[in-house]
């Protein structure tokens, strides 16, 4: 098995919510800490990483990428732990639908992403995002997010990129 704390979802499209890859609808988003009755619902067959696992952590909190009309079914799963001074973003995927060529909506990753920076807003860390890049992911991460290579995969997104992702996906907040 890989690494689960390495980072390696591609960035899609960065859209203003979510978008459908076939009609071009947007949908708004928000995200939601996961609940023990969403965890029920999470099948192991269905995702790449163990999420039953990694929101045991209690070092860190996972969240669901939601539909704002539709929260009970799951677009994304992001877990973020606070390091006191930024957000570490230790796994992030997409849910089964959402991968491959035939996803059904571009944008999830670039959403989630995003809400991490919302939330290191939210804590006082000017939006400073870090984790660790599969190697061959970095130059698209940078590219995509802003982010830039702190050491090795270790990569981050600085209060400028952050910016940037949160205005996109958050408008309301800007």
Same mark, same amino acid.
């Given at each position: 098995?890989?690494? =689960?704390?390495i980072?390696?979802? %591609?960035?899609d499209? &960065?859209?203003?919510?979510?978008?459908?890859?076939?009609?071009?609808?947007?949908?708004?988003?928000?995200? &939601?800490e996961?609940?023990?009755?969403?965890l029920?619902?999470i099948k192991? +067959? %269905?995702?790449?990483?163990?999420?039953? $696992?990694?929101?045991?952590?209690?070092?860190?909190?996972?969240?669901?990428?939601?539909?704002?009309?539709?929260?009970t079914?799951?677009?994304?799963?992001?877990? &973020?732990?606070?390091?006191?001074?930024?957000?570490?973003?230790?796994?992030?995927?997409?849910?089964?639908?959402n991968?491959?060529? @035939?996803k059904?909506?571009?944008?999830? =990753? *670039?959403?989630?992403?995003?809400?991490?920076?919302?939330?290191?807003?939210?804590k006082?860390?000017?939006?400073?995002?870090?984790?660790e890049?599969?190697?061959?992911l970095? %130059?698209?991460?940078r590219? +995509?997010?802003?982010?830039?290579?702190?050491? *090795? @995969?270790?990569?981050?997104?600085?209060?400028?990129?952050?910016?940037?992702?949160?205005n996109? $996906?958050? =408008? %309301?907040? +800007?």
């Amino acid at each position: 098995m890989t690494n =689960p704390q390495i980072v390696g979802v %591609e960035i899609d499209k &960065l859209t203003r919510s979510i978008e459908n890859a076939i009609s071009g609808d947007s949908f708004r988003t928000e995200a &939601l800490e996961l609940t023990i009755s969403d965890l029920k619902r999470i099948k192991k +067959s %269905e995702w790449l990483f163990d999420w039953k $696992y990694e929101a045991k952590q209690t070092d860190k909190t996972v969240y669901k990428l939601v539909i704002v009309e539709n929260t009970t079914i799951t677009q994304g799963l992001i877990s &973020l732990q606070d390091r006191g001074d930024h957000i570490f973003m230790a796994l992030i995927e997409s849910s089964k639908f959402n991968r491959g060529a @035939n996803k059904l909506y571009l944008g999830v =990753p *670039g959403n989630l992403v995003a809400f991490a920076c919302k939330h290191s807003f939210d804590k006082g860390y000017a939006g400073y995002v870090s984790f660790e890049s599969k190697t061959k992911l970095k %130059e698209h991460y940078r590219k +995509s997010l802003g982010a830039h290579v702190l050491f *090795g @995969n270790v990569m981050a997104i600085d209060t400028i990129a952050a910016h940037i992702l949160v205005n996109q $996906y958050f =408008p %309301e907040n +800007s």
